[in-house]
């Protein structure tokens, strides 16, 4: 047997010379690596989305659009932009382009900027996410206010972490 390739040489003929079988074990492994199939690619952010948190030191004053495939821009009035890129396929333990995807595409999201929803003391500064022509806002809890349906709430916290922890922190020499 050959050194380095175990039992494979056993499926080939013993008059054939080391350097043969080494050539057909090459050949085999180009043949199964185009074989297997591809990896599946990551989901992409959808766009058209962006939201002004309500936390933080700027927030009055930033902007956010989802940009596909991965990435968050922040604007911020009088100038500066920055970029953060989200990790695909869930690669890493903060928020990731699946979270988002997922907290964007739940139901509620989407029957909330139809409605133009209004959520708590809308007249204050608040949370805002536009789609195209359509938004919503969720303002500070007030007494008699509509509360936020659970995946408006969702999206709100997570967006709102997104901005406080990761956007504030690494664009803070950018912007």
């Given at each position: 047997?050959?050194?380095?390739?175990?039992?494979?040489?056993?499926i080939?003929?013993?008059?054939?010379?080391?350097?043969?079988?080494?050539?057909?074990?090459?050949?085999?492994?180009?043949?199964?690596?185009?074989?297997?199939?591809?990896?599946?690619?990551?989901?992409e952010?959808?766009?058209?989305?962006?939201?002004?948190?309500?936390?933080?030191?700027?927030?009055?004053?930033?902007?956010?659009?989802?940009?596909?495939?991965?990435?968050?821009?922040?604007?911020?009035?009088?100038?500066?932009?920055?970029?953060?890129?989200?990790?695909?396929?869930?690669?890493?333990n903060?928020?990731?382009?699946?979270?988002?995807?997922?907290?964007?595409?739940?139901?509620?999201?989407?029957?909330?900027?139809?409605?133009?929803?209004?959520?708590?003391?809308?007249?204050?500064?608040?949370?805002?996410?536009?789609r195209?022509?359509?938004?919503?806002?969720?303002?500070?809890?007030?007494?008699?206010?509509?509360?936020?349906?659970?995946?408006?709430?969702?999206?709100?916290?997570?967006?709102?972490?997104?901005?406080s922890?990761?956007?504030?922190?690494?664009?803070?020499t950018?912007?």
């Amino acid at each position: 047997m050959h050194p380095g390739h175990g039992g494979a040489e056993l499926i080939l003929e013993r008059s054939r010379s080391p350097c043969h079988a080494c050539a057909m074990l090459r050949s085999l492994a180009v043949v199964a690596i185009l074989a297997s199939p591809a990896p599946a690619s990551c989901p992409e952010l959808p766009g058209g989305f962006s939201f002004r948190a309500d936390v933080g030191p700027h927030h009055r004053d930033d902007a956010m659009t989802v940009v596909p495939p991965y990435t968050i821009r922040i604007d911020r009035r009088g100038g500066g932009h920055c970029e953060i890129e989200l990790s695909a396929c869930g690669k890493d333990n903060t928020w990731t382009a699946d979270d988002v995807i997922a907290v964007l595409g739940k139901p509620g999201i989407a029957d909330a900027l139809a409605k133009h929803a209004h959520y708590g003391d809308a007249g204050k500064d608040g949370f805002v996410l536009t789609r195209g022509h359509d938004s919503f806002v969720v303002g500070p809890p007030c007494e008699g206010c509509a509360k936020p349906p659970p995946d408006v709430a969702a999206a709100v916290d997570m967006l709102d972490k997104i901005y406080s922890i990761r956007i504030v922190e690494e664009c803070r020499t950018k912007l």
